[in-house]
């Protein structure tokens, strides 16, 4: 069984930088397609970005792009999310989600996580 756990949530300021990881355990972390999404308040989950089995290729939002880095080290089995110049429309419970292809539906992703908040405010 699949398992994926996020950490590195918390409080950041607008402006301001986090970086999110997700440990995958239970499968062959290259094999799986990796991906982030997130939950604003009082929306619905949206795609942020997803990253190949080899990592070298990435795919984000419009509303993310040029500010947040999707990342993987194949070898501690660990996804990554740095998230640059945050703004207070980031806050979001975000998870980390795997695959077996490169999308931005959510609906061919098959184990996901049980998020992490990040606030972003003064």
């Known amino acids: 069984q699949v398992q994926l756990v996020e950490s590195g949530g918390g409080l950041a300021q607008p402006g301001g930088s986090l970086t999110l990881s997700c440990v995958v355990s239970g499968r062959d972390f290259s094999s799986g397609v990796m991906g982030w999404f997130r939950r604003r308040p009082g929306k619905e989950r949206e795609f942020v970005a997803v990253i190949s089995r080899g990592g070298g290729r990435t795919y984000y939002a419009d509303s993310v792009k040029n500010r947040f880095i999707i990342s993987k080290r194949n070898e501690n089995a660990t996804l990554f999310l740095k998230m640059n110049y945050l703004k207070p429309e980031d806050t979001a419970v975000y998870y980390c989600?795997?695959?077996?292809?490169?999308?931005?539906?959510?609906?061919?992703?098959?184990?996901w996580g049980q998020g992490t908040q990040v606030t972003v405010s003064f």
């Open positions: 989600a795997r695959g077996p292809m490169e999308t931005t539906e959510e609906g061919p992703f098959d184990s």
